[in-house]
């Protein structure tokens, strides 16, 4: 069985050998948000099966595929579906491509997903730009004799998400007459079931504004690794109890579809004038 570590190198590797650049942006694509992807000129397209020591990408509205290219004049590398907890993975897995993506030489990860609005000033299809975050998986990625190697395991976390170019999108988003963008509180749950009414109450009284199942141990390892970090959560729908009737993933995948134009026009802002 590889080493942890052999896994990175071997997966690193192997992207090498199909593009001769280093990208400094990447670009981790949430439920229902590939569109994105259609936007990559002069695209390299390598499935993750292809990939050695990678897992695969199972979830409806995640490919399961590593885009790269260029956008908006920058060479950026695009992944195109995530890894979750609650599909069984390790953590260290779920964060695996942070790691292969600084080991290719990225600097700033842009982050989205899809999740449950909280607040009640926030509707379904606003983009909320994550300002902080609550871990409430019961377990972190730096956990474990391997991570160490990557630096330190006692990461500072007071500002995960960087400020001045939260600050920066803020303008951006003005400029380009979007004006459904929110900032808020992410939280992390383990999934795959949704929350219950009174999980939910307990959420926004600890401060959370938006629910969802992934991007914290990304955004937990990136900070580990010093990278750059913007965090993009789509509100796909309200939460259990704020909203009415039930809650499935097909009304998540069909209203952050109609989200999608607002959010690759803030993408491309960002990828062309912020880094």
Partial sequence: ??????????????????????????????????????????????QYRDI????????RGHKGELLCGVLEGKRVILFNGRFHFYQGYSLQEVVLPVRVAASLGVELVIVTNASGGINPDFKPGDIMLITDHINLLGTNPLIGRDTSNFGPIFVDMSEPYDRDIIEKVKGLAVK?????????????????????????????????????????????VANQLEMKVLGISVIANMAC?????KLSHSEVLENVNRSSTELITLVREIVGNVF
């Fill in 1 to 46: 069985m590889e080493r942890y570590e052999e896994r990175i190198r071997n997966a690193t590797d192997y992207i090498k050998s199909k593009i001769s650049y280093e990208p400094k942006i990447g670009i981790i694509l949430g439920s229902g948000l590939s569109k994105i992807a259609d936007e990559v000129e002069q695209r390299v397209v390598i």
């Fill in 52 to 59: 050695r020591g990678f897992p695969s990408s199972t979830v």
């Fill in 176 to 220: 380009a007459k979007i004006d459904r963008l929110k900032e808020g509180v992410y939280t992390a749950v383990s999934g795959p079931s949704y929350e219950t009414k009174a999980e939910i109450k307990y959420l926004a009284q600890i401060g959370a504004d938006a629910v969802g199942m992934s991007t914290v141990p990304e955004v937990i």
């Fill in 241 to 245: 109890g704020i909203s009415e009737g």
